[in-house]
């Protein structure tokens, strides 16, 4: 009564596990990389304490300006230098990545969660609610960003919190656009319909069906969003507006040894560097991620990589 | 029950499953920065019905409103005119928590086998879904246990349910779907072009599926596609649509025996025949044009910029749609309707017109 | 034992023998087409009949240098009126002398520009002629594949067309460089039923005018009887049957060609069901011994599973020359 298909299964995926996106990434060698670095840095944000050798405020007026090792009067015992207090330059970068890191993550989620379920009721439920919600984010994006967070922080005062919470408020805009134009072309794909069809609610649309498809957009727009906002904190700090001292950042860092550049150079040039790695890594990644998730880029990686075996294999 | 094609099954007095009643949709469209609202009429006046437990086809090419019309009894469109009577009740225009009560009565096969399921969902929880989302089962193992017997009755191995829909081939996906949209127990199921997307093969496994379960569950379908040969298979009655009209509706063996229509005459014609010997080629009802865009429809009877046949009457009036003979209804002035005598005339022209039938 | 499959290749304008095409990607090795010899003569269509995963289009692909940058031509010997030539120097005729066209019509029109001058681009680049001799023939190629209204149509931009009108602007540009043989991909599928014999007729009617070789890939059998001459029926990437097409159709010699006509609806016959083939048309990805349609034969044996099938002559005596059959049960 009932058909019996003879099932000829195609053979399935290998499902993604991170040994095979250990694999993936290695071809890439750059992109490896930039996830090596940032991921050390993020490693040495947490392990701060027991991985710097000095604390960030240990002031020693004997070892002022004392050059990192490689150089004339250095030493191991301050590998990157000294500054003006005496302060050793690589327990201060280390330390100095905590409340980078800290303001840039927390910024991302935040902005990322609030912006992404903006996206999600204004592409789906379209209408009024869509045209009121990107008002909104027009009026905002109308506005510079900078210079109002700039003019907040000094009416407010700066901290932390607060610092969080102004950026993230000027950063939503970006992902509720990006979740937006994704929702409305998921929407036209039959498989939504299906579920309408079915009679799937909203909640459990957005969730099992909207969302599991956003994640990758959604994540590569949070690595370069990730790399503004410690850009943003740094321009801050730098400014005096961001994080204050005794705490320690990047931005800080440049901003009270640049008196010194004459001096120690290498007081302003290693916190610069370190930031400049870190955005220039986390943009890489944010590249990656993209090329990752075009399935047509995939196809024709798979095929150079496949047809490279076949012609080694066939050199055996 | 099978179509029967030699002759008519006399079908125990059915109740009549969904009725729809000049059924209109047209969707605005604004034409140029300036442009002035225009519409396009999908589907205007369409009257039909399906009885329980038998399968209407669908038939026509694009612009001719099926898909929209399909959707439209679905809820998915909210119709301008008109009313859609399911089993009894009129549930013109529902929409929220009304209509997806209804949607527990009537499902969807969708045409294409890879969208139409979420590719990072495992089958078993797409075909769980509606009962999910119902609140129809919650406990984990009812739910899987259900899932299972629907696969089965599908045709598909129970431990499908673990895996991912690119393990499977187009025609086992179509399963799929099928057994999704059954899950409710729905006594409707509106399959659009569930085949087209199919190797030939394969197509025949679903039709052959659907008939079963017709068979099995007294389901309904309306089946829609643009392939007459396989509507012939499936189908008890069948109408065919042009841009938005219905211009004839009457059983499986009438249409093929003796179409009235001349659109339907011409369609039969141009369905390529697998053999070289059938000379369908030369012998078919040559249709010049194109068809007409449904924003602009011509006025008088829509087919008059290709009927081969058209006469000045065509161009000035809408030829209704009249019964013309026991069960057959056709939209066309040069028909002539019940009981006018016209009947030997067309009686006749069946005779001529039905092919020696090859035995079974 | 391989002299006796190859077609006599004297009289073939195009043709390529033990063709070889794979693709790659992340799970392997696909073996799209794995030896198929086949041919076409001017004035003859040959038709190329296949489901998902037969090969069909791959092997046209092949014809014209045309293989996706994800798969190569690992063998083949291509043959330009009888003389051996490089894949190559193929595709170096691809435009002029071969020429193809496609299912979807509006993905091989231009958008921003008007038809006319995809025309007379054509003309003037294969056929150096002058602007005003370019726009002339232009007109005439309109009128020759039956757009009404040429002077008018010719400013029009491709998506003022419908899908049939589209199809014949694609059929003139495919025949402005007077190519010797014409590669139709499913051109037909995507348009209506009463749209697509419009078109067939006009490639019939076409072939007659011009004396072209036409090689006509489809799904559909149905449109294959109606234009083809000769048949060549592919499965798993290998050519199973072949042969006149009336032959073919009206002594089906393979299980896999007889099941295709068996669950092909026929509008005009009743038949009480379909009777479909079991199982799926595969995707080879690994090379199996023995007959690739196997699993899904109702008259396999054992040695179906374990030899493959030459495709030859199939043993009766008073068969035509060029039909062929790879089946060990060949009827």
Not at chain 1, 240 to 258: C, F, H, T
Not at chain 3, 150 to 163: A, I
Request: glycine residues 8%.
């Amino acid at each position: 009564m009932t058909q019996t298909a003879a099932p000829d299964v195609v053979e399935p995926k290998a499902r993604p596990s991170i040994r095979r996106a250990v694999r993936i990434l290695s071809e890439d060698k750059v992109a490896l990389a930039s996830v090596v670095f940032v991921v050390v840095v993020v490693l040495s944000a947490v392990f701060a304490p027991w991985i710097a050798p000095y604390s960030p405020s240990d002031i020693s007026l004997t070892d002022r300006l004392l050059p990192p090792v490689w150089s004339d009067g250095g030493g191991w015992s301050h590998v990157l230098g000294t500054d003006a207090l005496g302060r050793d330059v690589l327990s201060r970068i280390v330390f100095g990545a905590r409340n980078s890191l800290l303001i840039g993550v927390s910024v991302v989620v935040i902005a990322g969660a609030f912006g992404t379920v903006v996206g999600l009721i204004a592409g789906y439920r379209g209408g009024r609610a869509d045209a009121i919600l990107m008002r909104l984010a027009d009026a905002q994006l109308a506005f510079p960003g900078l210079l109002l967070v700039i003019l907040i922080i000094s009416v407010l005062g700066p901290s932390i919190p607060i610092i969080i919470v102004v950026i993230a408020v000027y950063g939503w805009m970006i992902f509720a656009r990006l979740v937006r134009g994704n929702v409305l072309q998921l929407r036209e794909d039959l498989y939504i319909r299906a579920a309408v069809m079915a009679g799937c609610g909203p909640i459990r649309l957005m969730r099992r069906h909207l969302l599991p498809n956003l994640v990758s957009p959604i994540m590569t727009q949070a690595m370069l969003e990730l790399a503004r906002v410690i850009l943003v904190e740094a321009s801050l700090s730098y400014l005096g507006l961001g994080i204050q001292p005794p705490n320690v950042s990047w931005g800080l860092m440049v901003a009270e040894n640049q008196a010194y550049l004459r001096e120690g150079w290498w007081t302003v040039f290693f916190p610069g560097l370190i930031l400049v790695f870190t955005i220039v890594a986390l943009n890489l990644i944010a590249s990656w991620l993209r090329v990752r998730s075009d399935p047509q880029q995939q196809q024709l990686i798979a095929a150079r990589r496949r047809m490279n075996a076949e012609a080694k294999a066939g050199e055996k | 029950m099978q179509p029967d094609t030699e002759s008519h099954p006399v079908r125990e007095a059915s109740e009549e499953l969904l009725r729809l009643e000049g059924l209109t949709v047209h969707f605005p469209v604004r034409t140029g920065l300036m442009g002035r609202k225009q519409f396009v009429h999908a589907v205007d006046d369409v009257s039909l019905d399906v009885q329980a437990g038998e399968t209407l086809g669908l038939v026509g090419e694009s612009g001719s409103g099926k898909t929209t019309l399909g959707y439209s009894i679905l809820g998915h469109y909210t119709p301008t005119a008109g009313r859609i009577i399911f089993d009894g009740n009129d549930v013109t225009g529902y929409s929220g928590k009304k209509l997806r009560e209804l949607r527990r009565h009537m499902q969807m096969v969708f045409q294409d086998p890879y969208g139409s399921l979420n590719p990072r969902m495992r089958i078993e929880e797409i075909v769980a879904e509606p009962l999910i989302c119902h609140g129809v089962i919650t406990d984990r193992d009812e739910l899987r246990n259900r899932v299972e017997q629907l696969l089965t009755m599908c045709g598909m191995p129970a431990d499908a349910a673990s895996r991912f829909p690119h393990a499977f081939s187009g025609g086992q996906r179509q399963r799929i779907g099928v057994a999704r949209a059954l899950a409710l127990d729905p006594r409707l199921l509106v399959a659009d072009e569930p085949t087209s997307a199919l190797d030939v093969s394969v197509q025949a496994q679903v039709v052959n599926l659907l008939q079963d379960l017709q068979a099995e569950l007294g389901l309904s379908y309306v089946f829609i596609s643009h392939d007459l040969s396989v509507v012939r298979h499936i189908s008890h009655r069948i109408a065919i649509m042009y841009l938005g009209k219905v211009v004839e509706i009457a059983s499986t063996a009438q249409i093929f025996n003796a179409p009235l229509h001349p659109y339907t005459e011409a369609l039969l014609s141009a369905i390529p025949v697998p053999d070289p010997k059938s000379g369908w080629h030369e012998q078919r009802v040559q249709l010049g044009g194109d068809i007409p865009s449904p924003i602009t429809p011509p006025k008088g009877c829509r087919f008059n910029t290709r009927c081969p046949k058209a006469e000045a009457v065509c161009f000035h009036e809408v030829p209704p749609l009249e019964p013309k003979l026991d069960g057959h209804w056709v939209a066309c002035h040069l028909v002539a309707p019940l009981g006018s005598g016209g009947e030997s005339a067309h009686k006749a022209a069946e005779l001529s017109r039905s092919a020696p039938q090859t035995p079974n | 034992m391989r002299d006796e499959t190859k077609q006599p290749a004297d009289d073939f304008l195009l043709s390529v023998d033990n063709l070889k095409v794979e693709f790659y990607n992340e799970r392997g090795t696909v073996h799209a087409v794995q030896d198929v010899s086949l041919g076409v003569r001017a004035g003859e269509t040959l038709g190329l009949v296949g489901e998902s995963g037969s090969g069909k289009s791959v092997t046209a692909a092949a014809l014209m240098d045309l293989v996706p940058i994800t798969g190569r031509v690992a063998n083949g010997t291509f043959r330009w009126h009888g003389r051996e030539v490089t894949s190559k120097e193929l595709g170096r005729l691809r435009g002029s002398k071969i020429t193809m066209v496609f299912q979807d019509p509006m993905s091989a029109l231009n958008p921003l520009v008007h038809v006319g001058a995809q025309i007379t681009e054509v003309l003037r680049k294969h056929l150096k002629m002058s602007r005003g001799d370019a726009r002339r023939r232009a007109l005439e190629l309109f009128d020759l594949v039956g757009i009404p209204e040429p002077l008018r149509r010719f400013k029009q931009y491709p998506f003022e067309f419908s899908g049939g009108m589209a199809q014949r602007v694609v059929i003139a540009m495919a025949l402005a460089a007077e190519p010797e043989v014409l590669i139709a991909d499913e051109p037909t599928t995507a348009l209506d039923v009463t749209i697509q014999a419009q078109i067939l007729d006009l490639i019939a009617h076409l072939q007659k005018e011009l004396n072209i070789a036409i090689v006509l890939i489809t799904h559909d059998l149905g449109v294959v009887a109606g234009v083809a001459d000769h048949l060549a029926v592919m499965y798993a990437g290998r050519v199973v049957e072949s042969g006149v097409a009336s032959e073919v159709f009206e002594h089906p010699s393979h299980p896999y060609m007889r099941g295709l006509l068996a669950s092909t609806p026929h509008p005009r016959e009743v038949t009480d069901r379909l009777v479909p083939i079991p199982g799926n048309p595969p995707v080879v990805t690994k090379i199996l011994p023995g007959c690739a349609f196997a699993d899904r034969c109702s008259e396999a044996t054992d040695r179906c599973r374990t030899e493959r099938p030459e495709l030859v002559a199939p043993p009766e005596d008073d068969v035509p020359s060029d039909r062929k059959v790879a089946c060990w049960h060949a009827a």
